[in-house]
């Protein structure tokens, strides 16, 4: 290899690496700003199990809505809750706008099977978009099984 090519390859590659070096100093590890309003409204749209006891025990007013199956809400379930099956409303992605037992006076808790589950999240954007005041309960039933609380049958 010519000893001059190697010289240039080398300056060049400095070049590079300072270059890059300088820029990613530069660079912002995170906007704090907006950091801050995602866990805000994470706050406000979402409960844990913890929050949605205090709603079955009365001590919080609110409507607990089990999107589950009706067979999986029929042997067990949170206490108080109502149940608004996805599969009777085409997984909350139809033309529907009515859902019995919704409140758009107080908060409706919804939770699905599991934390990887979605239903409550399609839930929570349909039931919003018609003016019910939502929140998704994070881990669903599986969360609530978890926390050994109580169930009904």
């Known amino acids: 290899m010519n000893k001059r ?3 240039i390859s080398l300056i060049a590659m400095s ?9 990613s100093d530069q660079q912002k590890v995170q906007d ?3 950091a801050a309003k995602y866990f805000e409204d994470e706050l406000n749209f979402t409960a844990n199990p913890g929050s949605v006891k205090k709603v079955s025990e009365g001590k919080v007013d609110g409507v607990i809505v089990d999107l589950r199956r009706k067979k999986d809400f029929d042997k067990r379930h949170i206490p108080g809750a109502i149940n608004i099956p996805f599969d009777e409303y085409d997984g909350f992605e139809g033309n529907q706008t009515e859902f019995p037992g919704l409140s758009k006076n107080k908060t409706n808790y919804l939770y699905c099977y599991e934390l990887l589950c979605n239903l409550s999240q399609k839930a929570a954007k349909k039931f919003a978009s018609l003016g019910y005041p939502v929140k998704e309960v994070k881990g669903g039933f599986k969360a609530w099984e978890e926390h050994n609380y109580s169930v009904e049958k």
């Open 15 to 23: 070049v590079i690496f300072s270059t890059y070096a300088e820029n």
């Open 32 to 34: 704090t700003q907006a």
């Open 5 to 7: 090519f190697l010289q």
